[in-house]
């Protein structure tokens, strides 16, 4: 090969390493590129109401969904409700358990936690425009142990589980809700400006 192919190849690798290179940071920064264009959507998820006796269970829900907004798809948290393009609320509305094993004397080996929450995602604006709402359950089972604390350690994983399995049910909708021209609408839409608080 002449030297002007060498040249040319090696300019060519070296604009590719740097194409890489962007593409990467863009990723890491939670943006993804379709088209060459940057498709996140900021969404805020304020804490869900617990209309169940079961404590502490909206904290552990909305974290869950958190969780996998962050892991999943074009989604970038944000704390405020108005710097989002889309707001996630929610209630969980049913928390139960019950036998699915047995041993000889009929008492239960193994319990199944569900989780039932009513969300809804509206894109941000006046009046907001709904986007997707319904009710998502999760479900995950646990042994029943000996010790009592060590019954609560399994049971409290599988209320995890639970609410994972809820949140990965829900952000797959909301994909599947806020895509094509439906997510563009979402992204193209600039969330109104939030007043700053008064100084005293």
Avoid at 130 to 152: H, I, K, M, N
Wanted: hydrophobic residues 40%; glycine residues 8%; neutral net charge.
């Amino acid at each position: 090969m002449s030297r002007a192919g060498w040249s040319t190849l090696s300019c060519n690798r070296a604009v590719a390493a740097v194409m890489l290179a962007v593409a990467s940071a863009l990723v890491g920064c939670g943006y993804a590129m379709v088209g060459g264009e940057a498709t996140t959507i900021n969404v805020a998820v304020p804490l869900f109401e617990n209309r169940t006796f079961e404590p502490f269970l909206e904290a552990r829900i909305t974290e869950r969904v958190k969780s996998r907004l962050v892991a999943t798809g074009p989604w970038r948290l944000v704390n405020r409700p108005g710097r989002a393009h889309l707001v996630i609320r929610g209630a969980v509305s049913g928390f139960g358990t019950s036998p699915v094993s047995f041993d000889a004397a009929h008492h239960a080996l193994e319990q199944r936690v569900t989780v039932t929450a009513e969300v809804s995602a509206v894109r941000t604006g006046s009046p907001e425009v709904p986007v997707w709402q319904g009710t998502l359950s999760g479900s995950a089972d646990y042994t029943e142990l000996g010790d009592s604390l060590e019954t609560r350690a399994a049971k409290n994983r599988a209320i995890e589980e639970a609410g994972d399995a809820l949140a990965q049910d829900l952000v797959a909708r909301l994909t599947s809700a806020t895509a094509g021209t439906r997510g563009a609408e979402i992204r193209d839409h600039v969330p109104p400006p939030v007043p700053e608080p008064a100084t005293p």
